[in-house]
């Protein structure tokens, strides 16, 4: 069955402190996306990242950061210098399928509160 | 360019009634998906539109039904009303949609059902 673990369910960090995001996922397809979305107070999700399965190259977006690990089957979430704009809920997606049929499997969330 | 909208923002409705809900994806996008938001049940997909058709639908009863109209706006219906619908309903648009499609959400509507 497929599932997303974000068992960190809040965070807070003050201003400038690095943060890791955990995601679990479990699957039994060898072709499958995650995913990351950043959910700020205004309600709508905003995309971050998307990688597939073939790809555990580490990805860097400035202050963000992504290590993908299939041995551990976890897709974890890095901000470095955390900002207070950066408080949002985060959550990690799972996709199986071809392009297609397909659906999205979404953790629970994790909140992020970073304080001034 | 515009966002995605959805209308209305906010709903109250009672058990039993039934709800429309709309939106407007950004222009050029064909494909708009639904998802609901609880806090119990978390962030759950409900159904994807692409050219009027439904390409693929979530977990969820009959109750839930959707449509989409030549313009790709889409409008997503709930039936008989229940407590548990009690949620924000968060609607994306894409271009063609699809895993390598990046989705676009809009604001969400607020159902609270009494």
């Known amino acids: 069955a497929q599932k997303v673990t974000q068992a960190q369910t809040e965070i807070s960090v003050v201003e400038k402190e690095d943060v890791t995001l955990d995601c679990v996922y479990e699957?039994?397809?060898?072709?499958?996306?995650l995913f990351w979305y950043k959910q700020p107070p205004s309600g709508e999700l905003v995309f971050l990242i998307r990688?597939?399965?073939?790809?555990?190259q580490n990805e860097i977006s400035g202050r963000y950061s992504w290590n993908f690990q299939k041995s551990t089957s976890s897709f974890n979430f890095t901000i470095t210098a955390s900002q207070v704009v950066d408080s949002a809920v985060y959550f990690c997606a799972l996709s199986e399928g071809t392009s297609g049929t397909y659906k999205y499997i979404f953790g629970t969330g994790t909140r992020l509160k970073v304080l001034a | 360019k515009a966002g995605v909208t959805q209308t209305p923002r906010y709903l109250i409705k009672t058990r039993g009634q039934q709800v429309t809900l709309s939106c407007s994806p950004i222009?050029?996008?064909?494909?708009v998906s639904w998802y609901q938001q609880t806090p119990g049940q978390g962030l759950q997909f409900l159904f994807e539109?692409?050219?009027?058709?439904?390409?693929n639908k979530g977990n969820f009863p009959g109750r839930f039904s959707g449509r989409q109209f030549s313009n790709s706006r889409s409008e997503m219906n709930v039936s008989t009303l229940e407590l548990g619908d009690s949620a924000l309903y968060l609607c994306?648009?894409?271009?063609?949609?699809?895993?390598?499609?990046?989705?676009?959400f809009g604001p969400g509507t607020r159902l609270t059902v009494l």
């Open positions: 994306a648009s894409s271009l063609v949609g699809g895993i390598l499609d990046t989705q676009y």
């Open positions: 699957t039994r397809d060898t072709t499958y996306y």
């Open positions: 539109y692409f050219s009027e058709t439904q390409r």
């Open positions: 222009s050029g996008h064909r494909s």
């Open positions: 990688r597939n399965s073939f790809d555990e």
